[in-house]
């Protein structure tokens, strides 16, 4: 059964060998002077255009279309194998296999072979293949046929690598975060991938309002660059804007009886006087009182702490303390209550307080000491 095989599988070679045979001249006889001369034999294969950098699978079908003399029409994308020989790159493209020696990814002119065949809805074995060695494009492909070309490959890389950003315009706060990476996304090349660094020139002061520009820029390794601007825009500086109060301080002789208590209590107990304010300070504290006698809390009714009324009364202060009290009706009761409180007694004899501010508004005392 063995010999049999062989001889059909010898029959059949012969068969197909005298179609796709090449015959080369080698030597040629000159009848002028009856020497030998060499036939012409150089073989520049096909040379493709210059191709663009780009994406091997891409790259390999431009190939396919120096090798047609119509070119190669293309339904689905090139999948890459991976091949155990490092030397040769391998595609499949439907039923057609490509074969190359050439690194369809690098820029420049180089010189290899190209083997295309199609095994069509079968797979056959590698030995029953008609190997052919063409000079020229073909016009088709015959199955059952391995066609090996000679290619000169010409690449190269004039695009500059893609960068992305976040917008061509952004705003940020007076003083608030500059960091130009922020508004950076991507950047990619076709030929370096995103393996590509990028540098940003120009700068933004943030303390200064109006419009910068930052320019991102980015070049390959074949020294194509990129450029792209981003315009960022500082905002104005918050204006601070004051309370307008219908309340001033309050001096009625309560406020002045309330802190002659107060200084004598602290007398005695060895400590300096309280100076009065009825500033901004005293302002600030007539407003709390006015607030806490609805609302009774170190919290404002608008959920802010008890300082921003000083700060909005202009008030100036390096630690602040605040005590209130609906206790009594005259100032000798409202204070008998603070003292009686520890916490609250803590901050009548504070020895780092230096002035005082003090509200009255329908029974409520409010107190403010400040240095």
Known sequence: MKKQFRLIQSLFLCFLLPSFMEFTPVKANDETNNSVVEAETVNKGIETETLEVKDDVLVVTEVLDSLFEDGYSQVTEA???????????????????????????AVGEQTGTVTVYDQGSSNVADFLYLETHETEPIEKMEKNVKHTFDVTLTMEDTL???????????????????????????????????????????????SAPGSYTLTY????????????????????????????????????GSIYEMIELI???????????????????????????????????????????YKTALD????????????????????????????????????????????????????????????
């Open 79 to 105: 999948v890459k194998v991976e091949m155990p020989d490092e030397e040769t790159t391998k595609y499949v493209i439907e039923n057609l296999t490509i074969e190359t020696t050439l690194d369809l990814e």
């Open 160 to 206: 500059a690598p893609v960068i992305t950003l976040v917008d061509e315009e952004v705003e940020i706060e007076y003083e608030g975060d500059a960091d130009p990476s922020q508004w950076f996304v991507s950047v990619v090349d076709n030929a370096d991938g995103e393996n590509v660094e990028y540098t940003v020139e120009g700068s933004v002061d943030t």
């Open 217 to 252: 820029v980015a070049v390959d390794s074949n020294g194509n660059e990129a450029r792209k601007d981003l315009i960022v825009n500082v905002a104005e500086a918050p204006v601070v804007t004051r309370m307008v109060y219908a309340y001033s301080a309050n001096t009625s």
């Open 263 to 305: 200084n004598a209590t602290r007398a005695s107990y060895g400590l300096h006087a309280l100076s009065l304010d009825t500033g901004a300070l005293g302002t600030a504290a007539q407003v709390r009182a006015a607030e806490a006698s609805t609302y009774v809390s170190h919290y404002r009714p608008n959920g802010t702490s």
């Open 312 to 371: 909005e009364a202009g008030a100036y202060y390096n630690d602040a303390a605040e005590i209130l009290t609906y206790a009594g009706t005259t100032a000798q009761s409202g204070l008998n209550w603070w003292m009686s409180s520890p916490a609250h007694r803590s901050y009548i004899l504070s020895s780092t307080h230096t002035s005082i501010g003090i509200g009255y508004y329908n029974g409520m005392w409010a107190a403010i000491l400040v240095n």
